[in-house]
């Protein structure tokens, strides 16, 4: 046989072969708004190793959680699906089959899995925490609302995550687990040699995982932070100084003019006092402007674990085939409409940073950006049609892969955004829906006025002006009553 014969045969069965399936690696924030990254246009906030992903895939401009808080979003992402259909509302219920989440479905075709940080469903239920770690093959998953600060001799730090990953709980003093491992200023004192979370032990988490992995698998991956949820004085010593004496960007609806238009439930609403005074104030060393600083802190935390993770797989020859995916569980208020937290429904609160970065084969032309819509629902078939796994008919989300190529075909026109969170605690519970340039809310326990809210945000993007009174507006605010409506009935 011909040497070039021999030559063009072998490249057809090279050619032929089954290509391997992408290595999957999801990093979820806990409560990181969508503009805290300077690749989404922040002009003080340096996040470079979050920016080297979307330089290296896409960065959707225009991504929602259907519902915005820690529990509910969480078992969203994990399951794909809407909360009126996997029943989580609050801190306590489980998710009630572990067999539905993309995890689970992907170790069952032949993925080596493992999850780290913030589970963030049915917080204290130790029993549920190790079926958990039983769904996984590496498991570092924390309870609560997991610490900042672990002492260095803690099991949960020392556990390796797979020979006795079930027995995986943190024994560091009762003290320093209620809040959170951080005391005055750091780690709180009753820990020996403390350890913190995103800039020490996640990362020898991740190098624990790809030590142990099955090289014979593809891996998925799953690293839950903690940051830059609250305590906010959480973050590591090295960022302490940062920000000091420089302006915190705001957005122009932080005002005490638009905190005072708000109907009086809503101000009402679980920790709005701490939001009005960060609209009242805005000197340089106000709480807004102090509070965000540390908050900012808390995500350079964040992107300097990012920036090992990626050398770690450059390190490894596993970047070339590995997908990431950067996203968080809800945005976070920080004063606008004199607001504090998150559960409503307004941008600041719902829309949230999604990076999909990959190889060009499966993301198309590095860099780009989507301004489609896209929510924390269609992570979960996302991954799964990476692996090439069928989307199962309980996954109410859409598969983002046709975006990574093709970054201006549609995904939807409009979404239903629900929150019905249960007592004792006081949040106003609402639902409604969003389409490119309006939002519709109703507060589904208010009668009168402030009741319902319809915002045009083509023209009122900072939602200032609640346009339900203008009888003008009357057959748009009927036909987002019954977009709402056609939602209730389709998504159960």
């Given at each position: 046989m011909k040497l070039p014969l021999l030559a063009l045969l072998l490249t057809a069965s090279l050619a032929n072969a089954e290509t391997p399936k992408p290595n999957i690696i999801i990093l979820l924030a806990d409560d990181m708004r969508w503009d805290a990254m300077s690749c989404a246009g922040n002009a003080v906030l340096k996040t470079p190793n979050i920016d080297r992903l979307a330089a290296d895939g896409t960065l959707f401009q225009n991504a929602f959680v259907t519902t915005s808080i820690c529990a509910v979003s969480r078992a969203s992402i994990l399951t794909g699906q809407y909360a009126r259909r996997h029943g989580i509302n609050d801190f306590k219920t489980p998710i009630a089959n572990l067999a539905t989440t993309y995890p689970s479905i992907l170790r069952k075709n032949g993925y080596w899995t493992g999850f780290m940080g913030k589970w963030g469903t049915a917080q204290n239920d130790r029993e549920y925490f190790q079926r958990c770690a039983m769904e996984f093959d590496f498991w570092a998953g924390d309870m609560g609302q997991?610490?900042?600060?672990?002492?260095?001799?803690?099991?949960?730090?020392?556990?390796?995550?797979?020979?006795?990953?079930?027995?995986?709980?943190?024994?560091?003093?009762?003290?320093?687990?209620?809040?959170?491992?951080?005391?005055?200023?750091?780690?709180?004192?009753?820990?020996?040699?403390?350890?913190?979370?995103?800039?020490?032990?996640?990362?020898?988490?991740?190098?624990?995982?790809?030590d142990q992995r099955d090289p014979a698998k593809p891996f998925c991956l799953s690293v839950s932070f903690k940051a830059p949820h609250g305590p906010w004085g959480g973050f590591a010593p090295e960022f302490e100084k940062n920000f000091s004496g420089i302006e915190m960007p705001s957005r122009p609806n932080v005002s005490r003019e638009d905190a005072l238009r708000q109907p009086d439930f809503l101000r009402a609403s679980l920790e709005n006092d701490r939001g009005l005074k960060f609209a009242e104030d805005p000197s340089i060393d106000g709480p807004r402007q102090s509070n965000q600083r540390q908050y900012y802190r808390l995500i350079e935390g964040i992107d300097r674990c990012v920036g090992g993770l990626s050398s770690e797989l450059r390190k490894r020859d596993l970047a070339k085939n590995t997908v990431i995916f950067f996203t968080s569980d809800n945005g976070h208020f920080l004063g606008e409409h004199g607001f504090f937290g998150k559960w409503l429904m307004h941008e600041e609160s719902i829309r949230v940073p999604l990076i999909v970065s990959g190889p060009s084969a499966i993301v198309g032309r590095h860099g780009q950006a989507c301004g489609e819509m896209a929510l924390n629902i269609d992570i979960a078939p996302t991954t799964l049609d990476l692996a090439g796994i069928p989307t199962p008919p309980t996954m109410q989300g859409r598969s983002l892969l046709p975006q990574l190529r093709e970054p201006n075909r549609p995904i939807r026109e409009s979404f239903f955004y629900e929150h019905a969170p249960k007592p004792p605690r006081h949040i106003e519970p609402c639902e409604g829906v969003r389409t490119r340039d309006w939002k519709y809310i109703t507060y589904t326990k208010q009668n009168g006025p402030g009741a319902e809210a319809l915002f045009d945000l083509k023209n009122d993007p900072f939602e200032t002006t609640n346009v339900v009174p203008?009888?003008?507006?009357?057959?748009?605010?009927?036909?987002?009553?019954?977009?709402?409506?056609?939602?209730r009935r389709s998504l159960r």
């Open positions: 997991t610490s900042y600060w672990h002492g260095k001799n803690c099991n949960y730090v020392n556990n390796d995550g797979t020979t006795n990953r079930a027995n995986f709980f943190c024994d560091c003093p009762k003290d320093a687990r209620a809040k959170d491992g951080t005391g005055e200023n750091g780690p709180h004192p009753s820990l020996q040699n403390p350890q913190h979370l995103e800039t020490q032990i996640l990362p020898e988490k991740i190098r624990s995982f790809l203008d009888p003008y507006y009357r057959p748009r605010l009927t036909d987002m009553r019954e977009r709402a409506e056609t939602f």
